[in-house]
């Protein structure tokens, strides 16, 4: 396959969701919990910290969803 083909897949294999800001806080609440009683699940951290961003400027904002 050449990486043409890869490029395309992979931008045909991307979503966009709406994801409401209460339902990401908590969620995200949960994953903090796990990764800091258990740090070796903290295998995507650069994930982690991109999507707490994402809430905590929603929040600043007083937006009630983010897409991701």
Do not use: C
Not at 13 to 27: A, F, G, N, P, Y
């Amino acid at each position: 396959m050449s990486s043409s083909a890869n490029k395309n897949q992979s931008q045909e294999d991307q979503t966009v969701v709406t994801v409401s800001t209460t339902k990401l806080k908590e969620r995200l609440n949960k994953v903090y919990d796990t990764i800091r009683l258990q740090p070796r699940h903290a295998s995507n951290s650069g994930l982690f910290e991109y999507l707490w961003d994402l809430k905590e400027l929603a929040l600043l904002e007083g937006r009630g969803s983010v897409q991701v």
